[in-house]
């Protein structure tokens, strides 16, 4: 069985039928015509992520990319705090995809070996690549917001909690220094966008996992969020880059998460999300569409988490037979 988890295919049913209206997608309209559609209560990713892999949310994603991208964590308390650009938008303050950076190695070496006495009361500050920075705490941190749930949307200040105080002066310090950077003012001159904050979010220590959990459900996890890379390690299974094209599998139960289009959705661009769908369909869809009906895979659970709500979808090889059940629009899996 492939189980695909697709981010950002959840908008609403008339939304779903404006962007989709002329856009061929033969496969995902046999899936959702033969298949079994269910809605579920709004869920994000990493929830289902969590849920799907047998670990409880939410995840400690600072310690899991440390496991994935450097060594095991050990007991630590960690805190993903990554560098971020805050925009101004009509009245509100917009979380930039902070992919967006495209951030060199020096640049942001430089940046994190000024900011680091800063936060030397709330722990140690280590660059595990240029957009994944690790604070290793020196105490536990209040939660915070995911940076994957607040990108491309308003965000508002910390709460005015006494837990974070602490936070709330670092930041603001953090984002003094960051302002008069040179890395900053270099960025600025050049027009490309700089970093004038950091967002703290993912604490916790790594959970205790001797061996394989679940191991009959999943064999392989294919993604490129390292802190789905770290689950993989994790789990004692394979843990590759999530591939361009769903062909001929090397796992006999992969689970995949194809994010490409949250983003877009996340922001609005219609024209990018499009685009990306098309992209689904073709490499991941059709190809499992073709397996299905030539018996290399039995079946496929697909699994669209989303604010509004989320859709599970399955397709088993005998669904196929069902002639009788027409192929649906994709507005089908907005809730109802």
């Known amino acids: ?3 695909l988890i697709v981010p950002g295919l959840i908008w609403t049913r008339q939304a779903l039928a404006d962007l989709t209206f002329d856009l061929p997608l033969p496969a995902f309209a046999t899936f959702l015509g033969r298949g079994r559609l269910r809605h579920r209560p709004p869920q994000d990713s990493a929830a289902l992520l969590a849920e799907f892999t047998g670990l409880a949310a939410p995840l400690p994603a600072a310690a899991l990319r440390w496991l994935a991208l450097q060594e095991h964590p050990g007991e630590t ?8 650009q805050l925009r101004f938008q009509e009245r509100t303050v917009i ?3 902070p992919l967006r950076l495209e951030l060199s190695d020096e640049e942001a070496a430089a940046l994190a070996v000024s900011l680091a006495s800063t936060l030397a009361e709330l722990g140690e500050l280590t660059v595990i690549s240029p957009h994944a920075w ?3 705490l020196a105490a536990a941190a209040p939660p915070f917001q995911a940076l994957a749930d607040a990108a491309g949307r308003s965000v508002s200040g910390l709460p005015l909690d006494p837990a974070y105080a602490p936070w709330r002066h ?3 310090e953090a984002q003094m220094i960051l302002h008069a950077h040179p890395v900053n003012q270099a960025r600025a001159a050049a027009g490309r966008p700089v970093v004038n904050s950091l967002w703290p979010w993912g604490g916790g220590r790594l959970p205790e996992f001797g061996k394989r959990a679940d191991s009959g459900r999943h064999d392989a996890l294919w993604s490129n969020d390292p802190v789905a890379q770290g689950i993989a390690r994790l789990l004692r299974i394979d843990g590759d880059a999530l591939p361009a094209r769903f062909g001929r599998a090397t796992a006999r139960a992969p689970l995949a998460v194809h994010n490409a289009l ?3 959705a ?3 661009d219609a024209l990018v999300w499009r685009e990306q769908l098309e992209r689904l369909e073709a490499d991941w869809l059709v190809p499992a569409l073709d397996a299905l009906r030539g018996g290399r895979l039995d079946a496929l659970r697909l699994l669209a988490p989303g604010d509004l709500g989320a859709a599970e979808l399955h397709v088993g090889r005998g669904d196929l037979w069902k002639f009788w059940r027409k192929p649906r629009a994709l507005a089908e899996l907005a809730p109802p």
Do not use: I, K
């Open 1 to 3: 069985m492939l189980t």
């Open 77 to 84: 308390e960690w805190l993903c705090l990554d560098p971020v």
């Open 95 to 97: 979380v930039d995809d």
């Open 134 to 136: 690790n604070l290793r």
């Open 170 to 172: 670092a930041l603001n």
């Open 262 to 264: 949250e983003q877009p």
């Open 266 to 268: 996340r922001s609005g």
